[in-house]
């Protein structure tokens, strides 16, 4: 099993531009959630999924979209980028529905630089 | 919403010593998990542990849920400790994780 995977690794976009941070897991995990984590701020929750086709909004969810059109994926999309969105992006996942219940995997993270 | 404190947020030891970490909620929670990431930024789950005590080598964690706070222990230090160790406790609903903002670890041989 790789277990949750994220790519790209590290990425830099200019303002204004859009990209799509990916994200999978190969443990048939329900429960799939995306986290930001900036200096001295622990990490906070963007969005998450508690199945294929249910997504909902966590703490800081502007400027961000995502879906769940299968199991395994489960991607994040920043529609125009801000300075303020760079950061470190985690993406986790665990097994039942009730995700924050259970032990979480994480993924190694992508670094976003907006310039 | 729960607020999530740990103390200390920096602790420089030396390689052998020993060390505790301590995380504070502000409400009942359903579980709570502590989390080593690394120099090179992973995040390593260490322990699920929504009440009581569970032991990993010489890394062991205690939570009282009645009371609202964990402790994670570290004994033996090694260089390979170091890093930001987080806790992190599950909302009412189990849709989001709420993470205090870390505990950085140096330890020095």
């Known amino acids: 099993n790789a277990g949750v995977t994220q790519t790209p690794k590290f990425q830099v976009l200019k303002t204004g531009q859009s990209m799509t941070l990916q994200c999978a897991q190969d443990m048939n995990h329900e429960y799939m959630s995306w986290y930001r984590q900036d200096p001295g701020m622990g990490l906070r929750l963007i969005h998450y999924s508690v199945g294929a086709g249910i997504t909902d909004q966590g703490e800081v969810p502007n400027g961000y979209n995502v879906s769940r059109s299968t199991t395994e994926d489960f991607p994040l999309r920043l529609l125009s980028a801000a300075p303020s969105q760079t950061s470190v992006y985690f993406c986790a996942s665990s097994y039942s529905r009730w995700g924050a219940n259970q032990p979480q995997h994480f993924g190694d993270g992508t670094r976003l630089s907006i310039l | 919403g729960i607020q999530v404190e740990q103390s200390p947020p920096d602790l420089i030891l030396q390689e052998g010593a020993n060390s505790t970490l301590r995380c504070n909620f502000s409400d009942s929670v359903n579980n709570l998990q502590w989390f080593h990431q690394n120099p090179w930024g992973q995040l390593i789950n260490l322990f699920y542990?929504?009440?009581g005590t569970k032991q990993n080598g010489r890394l062991s964690a205690t939570t009282v849920a009645t009371e609202r706070y964990s402790l994670l222990y570290i004994s033996s230090s090694q260089t390979t400790d170091s890093g930001v160790y987080f806790c992190?406790?599950?909302?009412?609903?189990?849709?989001?994780?709420?993470f205090g903002k870390g505990t950085t670890l140096s330890v020095s041989s």
């Open positions: 992190a406790v599950g909302n009412q609903a189990g849709t989001a994780l709420i």
């Open positions: 542990i929504p009440s």
